[in-house]
C-alpha cells in the first residue's frame, strides 16, 4: 500500500521568505502522480501543484514550486516571497496513475507566515 | 457551474441516530469519493465511485454506506452514528484531464458532531 510522510507538523516562515516543506511517500509503482494541497482556516481544499512522476522537470505554479527526486521518493514544496495568506495547512497527497483513482495524504503540516 | 456542493455544513446528531451527507457536482464528472478529516490524521478515504452504479471501499468504510445511482450525486449514510464518527467530511469529485492525469476538486466540506 502506498505510505505518504510529511515529518514536519509545524514550521514558520517570515513574511518575504522561502520555506520549503518536506514530503516523502512510498510506493511501488513507476508511473503516478504527486499534489500539494492548501487548507487554510475555511477548511476549503485548494490545489497548489501537481507533478507528474514521469516528467522529470520540477512543477512551477508562481511562487509555489516542488523539488521532485524519484529515486529518493521526496516532493518538497517550496514557498518563495511568502505572504500572510500562505498560512495554512499543506496536504501532501499521491495517487497510482489509472485516472480514476483515490488521493493518499500525508498527515500535514501547519504554516505559520510571520509578519 | 456550482462545482461541488455539501450540505449540510454542520450537523449535530446523537449516537444511534443515521443521517445523509449530500454531496452533488454539476460538472459531470465519474470519479466521485468520499474523506473524512480528523485533527493530525490528514484526509482518509471512506468510499469513492467510478461512475454511476459503481462504488468501492476505501481505507476506513466501516458504518458508512454509499449509493451512486446519477453521475451528479454521491450522498454518504451513517446508519447508527457514532462518537467515533465525530469528523469533518470532504466529497471530491475529479475530472480527467489528459493521459490520465486529473484533476480533484473538493466540497466546502460538512463538520459533523456525535455526542
Known amino acids: 500500500a502506498q505510505t505518504v510522510t510529511q515529518s514536519q507538523p509545524e514550521m514558520s516562515v517570515q513574511e518575504a521568505e522561502t520555506v520549503t516543506l518536506s514530503c516523502t511517500y512510498d510506493?511501488?509503482?513507476?508511473?503516478?502522480?504527486l499534489f500539494w494541497y492548501k487548507q487554510p482556516p475555511s477548511r476549503q481544499m485548494i490545489l497548489v501543484i501537481r507533478?507528474?512522476?514521469?516528467?522529470?522537470q520540477n512543477a512551477t505554479e508562481n511562487r509555489f514550486s516542488v523539488n521532485f527526486q524519484k529515486a529518493a521518493k521526496s516532493f518538497s514544496l517550496k514557498i518563495s516571497d511568502s505572504q500572510l495568506g500562505d498560512a495554512a495547512m499543506y496536504f501532501c497527497?499521491?495517487?497510482?496513475?489509472?485516472?480514476?483513482?483515490?488521493?493518499?495524504f500525508g498527515k500535514g503540516t501547519r504554516l505559520s507566515v510571520i509578519a | 457551474n456550482a462545482g461541488v456542493t455539501q450540505t449540510p455544513k454542520f450537523q449535530v446528531l446523537k449516537t444511534g441516530q443515521s443521517m445523509t451527507l449530500q454531496c452533488a457536482q454539476d460538472?459531470?464528472?465519474?470519479?466521485m469519493s468520499w474523506y473524512r478529516q480528523d485533527p493530525g490524521m490528514g484526509l482518509r478515504l471512506i468510499h469513492y465511485s467510478v461512475g454511476a452504479g459503481i462504488t468501492d471501499q476505501g481505507e476506513v468504510p466501516n458504518g458508512y454506506n454509499v449509493s451512486r445511482s446519477t453521475t451528479e450525486d454521491f450522498p454518504l449514510r451513517l446508519l447508527s452514528a457514532a462518537p467515533s464518527q465525530t469528523s469533518v467530511y470532504f466529497c471530491?469529485?475529479?475530472?480527467?484531464?489528459?493521459?490520465?492525469?486529473?484533476?480533484?476538486?473538493f466540497g466546502p466540506g460538512t463538520r459533523l458532531t456525535v455526542t
Open positions: 460538472m459531470n464528472h465519474e470519479y
Open positions: 497527497a499521491y495517487s497510482r496513475n489509472s485516472g480514476n483513482t483515490p488521493l493518499v
Open positions: 471530491a469529485s475529479s475530472r480527467l484531464l489528459d493521459r490520465d492525469s486529473y484533476e480533484q476538486y
Open positions: 510506493t511501488s509503482e513507476s508511473d503516478y502522480y
Open positions: 507533478q507528474e512522476a514521469y516528467k522529470q
